[in-house]
């Protein structure tokens, strides 16, 4: 009966086995991850409050947050766009929605499109901004917005 016991535990060990090497393989044949994918740490010296967080994910999503009360004039929400690869460069978008602290009602948007270059850990972009009202029509915008810098977010 003790040797039973001991051989049906045989199939269990030969499936995990099967199992890990089915894992590497997959590993070795997995699609390379783009460079900005990652989160990032981002200096935005246009912005109320410059300190960000940016996550571009490898689906080509990404998300862009800093803290509300940064800026004392509006509440802003976080950012939500898109990124594409063109080659030397990032193409990316994000939008943000804003309201008024005090009347709690929607302010409008803002647009930001941005050319990225990455480098190792290191990312550099421009921007443009649009800005719109409650109602969708354009506000005035930054007009020569100054470069972000970037450092991604690694473990130690």
Request: charged share 20%.
């Amino acid at each position: 009966m003790r040797s039973l016991g001991k051989l049906a535990i045989l199939p269990l060990l030969f499936a995990g086995a099967i199992s890990a090497m089915g894992c590497d393989d997959e590993r070795e044949h997995a699609a390379p991850v783009h460079p900005i994918v990652g989160t990032w740490l981002v200096h935005d010296p246009n912005a109320p409050f410059p300190h960000h967080l940016y996550v571009f994910n490898g689906d080509g999503t990404m998300q862009q947050a800093n803290p509300d009360a940064g800026n004392a004039r509006g509440s802003d929400s976080d950012g939500k766009g898109i990124w594409v690869n063109r080659g030397d460069r990032i193409e990316a978008k994000w939008v943000e929605l804003s309201a008024d602290r005090t009347t709690h009602q929607y302010t409008g948007r803002l647009e930001l499109t941005m050319q990225i270059t990455v480098q190792g850990d290191s990312l550099s972009a421009t921007e443009s901004a649009k800005l719109f009202d409650a109602t969708g029509a354009p506000a005035p915008a930054p007009e020569t917005p100054k470069p972000l810098r970037g450092v991604r977010l690694t473990l130690p």
